[in-house]
């Protein structure tokens, strides 16, 4: 017997129709569409999907999965690299629909639905000439990216997207509906800022906006990396990062053309090092500011220019499609020498798919300038964080792929201080030693908070804190 045939079919219908949005049950001809999430490696039969459009539909669902003792999980983009969107035999409390964007260009303040994708919100922002700091890929979610940090291509100049949240309207596990602000819980909006999705269920994100584009300087250069060049792509990265003015938000991906008819077949299995950025000022400095990165040789492919802002944040798109099979894990360098240097070459010129990439995302500027205690996210001190990407098609490869990815973490972990980006977790496999590590000197706080808003740890498919009491 299944849990929804456990649960009396009137009391289930009594819930469904409580609903302002509705219940997906697995008999349903929408079940599968609706369980459906981003990594092809994660396939969870949730008993019930709750797709809401209200916060009272959210208080529901909650109240609903607490009195019946079902897991329960959160939605929002539905691209959290671990899955941890989607449960076996819970509930999913399913924002999708809850993806209204509303501006105040005066103010310069934005108000997000909890379920609402980059696109949607860049879309938004951009009819004023605003922008929210958000990530390099437009499918991705507002929420899961900024309740584990956000790093994007604004981070240097104004931030990650958690720095960006200046309030919130959040469901607690008892069912509460708070107000959260600067004035208001602002124990929770500290939290709120990278301390994942651990107290509660966002349904409104309000962050602060700037005057971004429309037209930004994009660098998006492929250059030769074969043999050596690898090597000295990265020095050269390493070197211009550290004088960058804060305008400059980029990272580098070295990886190997795929045999793909959208790449010329004469790149095809050449090794590539990508230079990929905006220049959040006037496109005619920005252009000056990132010569460096178009001048390293003659670029294979380039396709760097004067863009509207909204189509360089989704150059990345086309890559990461639905359904594929993806592992991502990051470590915090807080070194790139030499020898850190021959080994992202290592694994780069050795890794079994052409889907895959190991990326470096500078961390300078604005996002150094917030104190390590001032929010809950953690890793603010790295010089550089090491995004590495296993993307590949057929589950036959997965032992190979996985094994290359966990090579290359543990040979950087001297390299780092073992603390990695939460948003690029793996399956989380480590479980709390992971979080101990990589929310460092946060921990402590986080399991208080923890403590006082879910005590008994009813949002666990998370970067999950253990509340205060619970730790060993
Ligand atoms: C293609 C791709 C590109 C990416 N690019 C970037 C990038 O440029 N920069 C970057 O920093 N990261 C990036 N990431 C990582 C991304 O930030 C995380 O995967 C993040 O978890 C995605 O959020 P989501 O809402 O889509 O996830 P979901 O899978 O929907 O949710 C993940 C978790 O977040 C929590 N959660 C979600 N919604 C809510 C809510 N409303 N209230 C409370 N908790 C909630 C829950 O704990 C949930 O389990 C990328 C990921 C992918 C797959």
């Keep these: 017997m299944n849990l929804t045939q456990e649960i009396q079919r009137d009391v289930l219908q009594m819930f469904?129709?409580?609903?302002?949005?509705?219940?997906?049950?697995?008999?349903?001809?929408?079940?599968?569409?609706?369980?459906?999430?981003?990594?092809?490696?994660?396939?969870?039969?949730?008993?019930?999907?709750?797709?809401?459009?209200?916060?009272?539909?959210?208080?529901?669902?909650?109240?609903?999965?607490?009195?019946?003792?079902?897991?329960?999980?959160?939605?929002?983009?539905?691209?959290?690299?671990?899955?941890?969107?989607?449960?076996?035999?819970?509930?999913?409390?399913?924002?999708?629909?809850?993806?209204?964007?509303?501006?105040?260009?005066?103010?310069?303040?934005?108000?997000?639905?909890?379920?609402?994708?980059?696109?949607?919100l860049?879309?938004?922002?951009?009819?004023?000439?605003?922008?929210?700091?958000?990530?390099?890929?437009?499918?991705?979610?507002?929420?899961?990216?900024?309740?584990?940090?956000?790093?994007?291509?604004?981070?240097?100049?104004?931030?990650?997207?958690?720095?960006n949240l200046i309030g919130a309207t959040v469901v607690t596990a008892a069912g509460e509906t708070l107000t959260v602000s600067e004035t208001e819980h602002v124990d929770l909006l500290w939290g709120?800022?990278?301390?994942?999705?651990?107290?509660?269920?966002?349904?409104?994100?309000?962050?602060?906006?700037?005057?971004?584009?429309?037209?930004?300087?994009?660098?998006?250069?492929?250059?030769?990396?074969?043999?050596?060049?690898?090597?000295?792509?990265?020095?050269?990265?390493?070197?211009?990062?550290?004088?960058?003015?804060?305008?400059?938000?980029t990272l580098m991906a070295c990886g190997r053309f795929p045999e793909d008819e959208h790449f010329p077949e004469e790149v095809h299995n050449v090794p590539f090092v990508l230079y990929a950025g905006v220049y959040a000022g006037a496109p005619e400095d920005g252009q000056k500011a990132l010569e460096p990165l178009l001048s390293f040789g003659t670029p294979l492919l380039d396709f760097s220019g004067v863009k509207p802002y909204v189509e360089a944040q989704q150059m990345f798109d086309e890559d990461y499609p639905n359904g594929l099979r993806y592992y991502w894990k990051s470590l915090n360098l807080t070194e790139l020498d030499d020898a850190a240097v021959d080994t992202i070459v290592k694994y780069a010129h050795s890794q079994p798919s052409p889907f895959?990439?190991?990326?470096?995302?500078?961390?300078?500027?604005?996002?150094?300038?917030?104190?390590?205690?001032?929010?809950?996210?953690?890793g603010r001190d790295a010089a550089f964080m090491l995004g590495g990407e296993a993307n590949w098609v057929d589950a036959a490869d997965d032992v190979a792929n996985l094994a290359w990815l966990r090579g290359l973490i543990e040979d950087m972990k001297p390299f780092s201080d073992g603390s990695s980006y939460l948003n690029f977790p793996g399956f989380q496999e480590e479980g709390d030693e992971m979080m101990i590590r990589s929310f460092g000197s946060n921990y402590g706080r986080l399991a208080k908070l923890k403590e006082k808003y879910d005590p008994e740890n009813f949002f666990s498919s998370n970067q999950n804190v253990k509340p205060q009491k619970d730790r060993s």
């Design 16 to 120: 469904a129709d409580t609903l302002q949005g509705r219940l997906i049950l697995p008999h349903d001809d929408s079940y599968e569409e609706a369980r459906k999430i981003w990594n092809g490696m994660i396939d969870r039969q949730p008993a019930m999907i709750a797709q809401c459009v209200t916060s009272k539909d959210v208080v529901k669902a909650i109240n609903f999965a607490r009195d019946h003792h079902l897991k329960l999980s959160v939605r929002g983009g539905g691209h959290n690299v671990a899955g941890l969107s989607m449960n076996d035999g819970g509930l999913v409390v399913d924002l999708q629909l809850m993806n209204q964007v509303l501006v105040d260009p005066e103010a310069r303040i934005v108000r997000v639905g909890g379920g609402t994708t980059l696109g949607v």
């Design 122 to 163: 860049d879309a938004a922002t951009q009819e004023y000439g605003l922008a929210v700091p958000t990530g390099v890929v437009s499918a991705t979610g507002i929420a899961g990216l900024t309740l584990g940090g956000g790093y994007g291509f604004l981070r240097n100049k104004y931030g990650l997207s958690c720095d």
């Design 192 to 249: 709120l800022r990278g301390g994942g999705g651990n107290f509660g269920i966002v349904t409104e994100f309000v962050f602060r906006a700037h005057p971004v584009g429309p037209e930004v300087m994009l660098v998006f250069a492929f250059h030769d990396g074969r043999g050596e060049k690898m090597k000295k792509a990265i020095e050269l990265y390493r070197d211009f990062s550290a004088t960058a003015p804060d305008e400059i938000s």
């Design 356 to 378: 895959s990439t190991i990326d470096l995302w500078h961390i300078g500027g604005a996002v150094k300038r917030v104190g390590a205690d001032d929010s809950a996210f953690f």
